[in-house]
């Protein structure tokens, strides 16, 4: 290989090696952040107005999109279930895997995602507009944590509301089912809801009550995460939201299969 031939391939490698830098440097400041945050729930002062605050934001100014979504869920999964159930001459047990399908999987990651995009991407707009008119700076000139005033309220809304979210989720989703049930599929609304009673086990629960922890802890770190390191004015508060979303989602369906690995080694289906 001539020198000239070779010029080209050291500079993509070089290229390679600054962006690996770069990525290792980001997930280190990432992790650095969120064990800041979560350390500043445990110590004082802490900011409880801004923390029900965040509740609010995120709990309760989510509701429409949750119901809608869980609604909807169900309702369709109902439909497909009892399209491939009727082959076997199944469909009786339609209340059973909507049941299961929702707690355990559906519910949480469709939760987690739709708050995503209405929570998480606000998160990182509003924290890097205040990156880019200098707010940040303000506070520390002032004394104020930025971590503490505003990471750790929003790690606590979104480790407290995305569970509550989703347990409403869950429980909209299998109504819808049931209406599909009895509407449509001609199934008896006490043998429905009696189905669904048999197959919700205690592992179920701790299962979709586990994962929406991890999930809400995961949209609110990378939203401050992606917000506080904003850089380039306004354009670069529209890329930090973009990057906020498309983050967050790619590591909540990820963390989902690990959640779900772990947990079916520590509590097996029988």
Same mark, same amino acid.
């Given at each position: 290989m001539s020198p000239r031939s070779s010029f080209p391939l050291a500079r993509v490698v070089l290229q390679l090696?600054? /962006?690996?830098?770069? =990525? +290792? @440097?980001g997930v280190q400041e990432y992790v650095l952040l969120s064990a /800041? #945050? @979560?350390a500043a729930l445990f110590t004082r002062p802490r900011y409880v107005d801004d923390i029900l605050a965040q509740m609010d934001s995120l709990g309760v100014g989510s509701l429409s999109i949750v119901i809608l979504t869980g609604m909807f869920t169900g309702m369709v999964l109902a439909l497909q279930s009892a399209a491939s159930l009727d082959v076997f #001459?199944?469909?009786?047990? =339609?209340g059973r895997l909507v049941c299961v399908s929702m707690v355990r999987e559906l519910g949480p %990651?469709?939760?987690? &995602?739709?708050v995503t995009g209405r929570v998480g991407s606000g998160m990182a707009a509003e924290l890097g507009s205040m990156v880019v008119t200098q707010q940040i700076d303000a506070l520390r000139v002032l004394g104020t944590d930025p971590v503490r005033k505003l990471v750790a309220p929003r790690l606590a809304a979104g480790i407290v509301m995305v569970p509550l979210l989703t347990v409403l989720s869950d429980a909209l989703g299998i109504f819808g089912a049931g209406l599909i049930s009895i509407f449509n599929l001609k199934l008896s609304w006490p043998y429905y809801w009696r189905t669904v009673g048999q197959a919700l086990a205690l592992n179920d629960l701790i299962m979709g009550l586990s994962k929406p922890v991890v999930f809400g802890f995961i949209l609110a770190s990378v939203g401050c995460y992606m917000g506080l390191n904003t850089k380039g004015g306004t354009? #670069? +508060? #529209?890329l930090a $939201? $973009? /990057?906020? =979303?498309v983050a967050a989602s790619v590591m909540i369906l990820a963390?989902?299969?690990? %959640? $779900?690995? %772990? &947990? @079916? @080694?520590?509590f097996p289906v029988n």
């Amino acid at each position: 290989m001539s020198p000239r031939s070779s010029f080209p391939l050291a500079r993509v490698v070089l290229q390679l090696l600054s /962006r690996t830098k770069l =990525v +290792v @440097l980001g997930v280190q400041e990432y992790v650095l952040l969120s064990a /800041r #945050g @979560l350390a500043a729930l445990f110590t004082r002062p802490r900011y409880v107005d801004d923390i029900l605050a965040q509740m609010d934001s995120l709990g309760v100014g989510s509701l429409s999109i949750v119901i809608l979504t869980g609604m909807f869920t169900g309702m369709v999964l109902a439909l497909q279930s009892a399209a491939s159930l009727d082959v076997f #001459g199944a469909r009786p047990y =339609v209340g059973r895997l909507v049941c299961v399908s929702m707690v355990r999987e559906l519910g949480p %990651v469709l939760t987690a &995602l739709m708050v995503t995009g209405r929570v998480g991407s606000g998160m990182a707009a509003e924290l890097g507009s205040m990156v880019v008119t200098q707010q940040i700076d303000a506070l520390r000139v002032l004394g104020t944590d930025p971590v503490r005033k505003l990471v750790a309220p929003r790690l606590a809304a979104g480790i407290v509301m995305v569970p509550l979210l989703t347990v409403l989720s869950d429980a909209l989703g299998i109504f819808g089912a049931g209406l599909i049930s009895i509407f449509n599929l001609k199934l008896s609304w006490p043998y429905y809801w009696r189905t669904v009673g048999q197959a919700l086990a205690l592992n179920d629960l701790i299962m979709g009550l586990s994962k929406p922890v991890v999930f809400g802890f995961i949209l609110a770190s990378v939203g401050c995460y992606m917000g506080l390191n904003t850089k380039g004015g306004t354009q #670069g +508060v #529209g890329l930090a $939201t $973009t /990057r906020s =979303v498309v983050a967050a989602s790619v590591m909540i369906l990820a963390s989902d299969f690990f %959640v $779900t690995k %772990v &947990l @079916l @080694l520590a509590f097996p289906v029988n």
